[in-house]
């Protein structure tokens, strides 16, 4: 018996480690507890430990090669005796996707971020990891979202395209969205779900495949990622509510980021949020769930903008703001240092903020506040 040693995901925002060092050799016997290596991020430094005692077979890395969390490390056997070639031992070349049939199934597929809960789940029901999407980090809800679905084993998942996503709403930002999403060429748009639109009309190409009432359909059909469309400019709540069906629906949403934004890799970015060409993100900056940041935002470092805020625009946050949940920033804002927006508050186009802004309150556009 050989069990395989994974490189574990010390941050969720930086899958990428440097092996320090590495503390075995092939065919060496080590303990449970032994440290195996040494890893290093630039958040943190861990020591990744033998789970059980064995042998040292098939060892990929050494000190100083960079590895992403999933790969496979080495596994630890009951003896010195060579994985029968029929495993295929992962090396260090990362197989096409072609390839991936083979792969033994204690093998991760290079590049697959998962965790280990997940990675249980999915072996217990035989699903093939090589189906998976590689640009996210897969969970044990996905999976469950998967099953769920009735796609049980590999032969199922042999025709599911777990890339596919679907578009709620069909409006302007739906339009933004979808040139967004054929930029990352990662995804697959399946249609668009729209209640006041006919079925069989396009936004830029896309089929309109229904409204609310397809949500259940889109399941059958094995979709599971969603993307909420609806701005809600004039009204944050509608796409609040579009969110709240969707979940209840059983769908996930990925994480949308423009090739041309900046990101830095101490952010943290919640499900569901868009982050639109030129916009900038910075280190520590936390986002969360279902938030935008339009084109050309500055989010500067440490701030703090909340679930299914809005930040419009060109707008302008310096160190340490923070945004409230629900919250509208309009275009060309300038919100000071350390300043807090309340939730559910609306900033209009323009307007210079200098103090905290209380929940629920509305400022003109143009305006400076205090005033």
Sequence with gaps: MAIPVLIPLLNPNEPEARLVSVNIVEGQRVLKGEVLCTLETTKSTSELVAEIDGYVIGLQYESGDSVTAGDLFCHLADSKEPIPVNAKIQSKQSPGREEQDDIHPDVLPRGLRITQPALELARQYQLDLGQLPFDSLITKRYIQNLIEKNIPSSSSLSVFDPT????????????????????????????????????????LECPVLGGEYVLSEMQKQGICLAVNAVGGIGNIQSRVNVFERLIQSGFSFPILIHPSAVVEPSAILSPGVQVFPHAYIG???????GAIINTGAVISH????GDYANISPGALLAGGVTIGDQALVG?????????SVGPNARIGNSATVKEDVPSGHVLRAGSVWPE
């Design 164 to 203: 596919r996503v679907i578009i709620y709403g069909g409006g302007g930002h739906s339009k933004s969205l979808i040139e967004l999403i054929r930029s990352l060429g990662n995804l697959r748009i399946h249609g668009i779900i729209d209640d006041k639109l006919a079925v069989g009309a396009t936004v």
């Design 302 to 305: 440490d701030c703090s903008v």
């Design 283 to 289: 280190s520590e900056a936390r986002v969360g769930f």
């Design 331 to 339: 275009m060309g804002v300038t919100i000071h240092l350390r300043v």
